[in-house]
């Protein structure tokens, strides 16, 4: 963490800061472990949890109170372990769990490729090719690992859906699809929000497979809800008056971003509206969460977060105006394109 401001500024402030990887790999482990999850019913002794689990104890004591010393976890009594407010965002299945996203920061797709990230300083070209080949092949070739980054995606929109669906006037437009949506948990979000709102999720014919098993789109949402095959590189479906993107432009370069506008703009009808789900990088030099998430953008896909005029440039080139920019939570907001 940053020193306040004023306070004096010594060496040791910058190596605090590189602490971020041992504190980010010490998580990835007690995840994997299960740790969070063996301590749901109550404080556990380091010794209980290591036959379990069939560890080294002491090892995972070191890991624990580590992990303690940052608000991760609790330690009781000695030896002795409890979840805590924090902690227990990594159990499985509880509501804000971020347990699949620690556990995919800390695997060979995101990891390894950190460690390359001079390559792509040097390169401007994801250290993920250099290493892997192309992300969404190598995730089709490891089925664990794209559940686990599937179950990511998913928590993340979870955290986010609420404050997207009820930030913007989604029922205004009568039909919505949820281009490259993923599971469908926003579109589920924003169509319970907007309750005379129909809604389509499109994205590729694996994806939607795993959205019919996720069940987000079903009962009483299965009236007003289709599922449709798309792969928004190649083409759009049409049919709807709003088009909606979370944390897709974001993925891709410029060139890349614009074969998708253009395909969004082939199917966007004269009186429709694009929708772009985006971190926002602000003009200035104030801290930013869309500058950090950048990095991981530039070593894994080759795309970037963009200001609001990058955002306007792209959009024009693919016939598009920026109407609006409704700010939603930190630096994620809601882009409003309307056809030219």
Not at 4 to 15: A, K, N, V, Y
Not at 293 to 308: A, E, F, I, Q, S
Request: charged share 20%; with cysteine; net charge negative.
């Amino acid at each position: 963490m940053a020193p306040h401001s004023g306070s004096s500024i010594t060496p040791m402030d910058l190596l605090r800061i590189c602490d971020g990887l041992v504190i980010q790999q010490a998580l990835y482990a007690a995840v994997k472990l299960g740790v969070a999850d063996l301590l749901q019913d109550g404080p556990r002794s380091t010794s209980e949890i290591a036959g379990q689990i069939e560890v080294n104890e002491p090892a995972l004591y070191r890991l624990l109170r580590a992990l303690a010393t940052q608000g991760v976890f609790e330690e009781t009594t000695g030896r002795t372990f409890a979840n805590n407010q924090l902690s227990r965002f990594l159990c499985t299945g509880v509501p804000g769990s971020v347990r699949s996203m620690v556990l995919f920061r800390g695997s060979e797709l995101f990891y390894q490729c950190f460690g390359e990230i001079v390559y792509s300083v040097q390169t401007g070209q994801p250290a993920r090719s250099k290493l892997f080949g192309k992300s969404w092949e190598y995730l089709r070739d490891h089925p664990e690992l794209a559940r686990i980054f599937d179950d990511a995606m998913t928590e993340l929109s979870a955290l986010s859906a609420p404050a997207i669906a009820a930030a913007y006037n989604f029922g205004a437009h009568g039909t919505l699809m949820d281009v490259a949506g993923g599971n469908g948990i926003l579109l589920a979000a924003i169509l319970n929000v907007h309750p005379a709102l129909r809604g389509v999720l499109a994205d590729q014919p694996h994806v939607i497979e795993r959205a019919k098993q996720r069940g987000f789109l079903g009962g009483e949402l299965a009236a007003r809800a289709s599922l449709q095959p798309c792969d928004f590189l190649h083409e759009v479906p049409s049919g709807c008056r709003a088009y909606l993107m979370k944390n897709a432009i974001v993925d891709w370069n410029d060139e890349q971003a614009h074969t998708i506008l253009d395909n969004c703009r082939r199917a966007v009808p004269s009186d429709g509206v694009l929708l772009l789900v985006e971190p926002i990088v602000p003009d200035d030099n104030r801290p930013s969460w869309s500058k950090i998430v950048d990095l991981p953008m530039l070593v894994l896909t080759g795309g970037k977060t963009r200001t609001v005029d990058e955002h306007r440039e792209l959009l024009a080139g693919a016939s598009f105006r920026l109407n609006q920019v409704v700010p939603v939570v930190a630096d994620l907001s809601i882009i409003e394109a309307l056809p030219t």
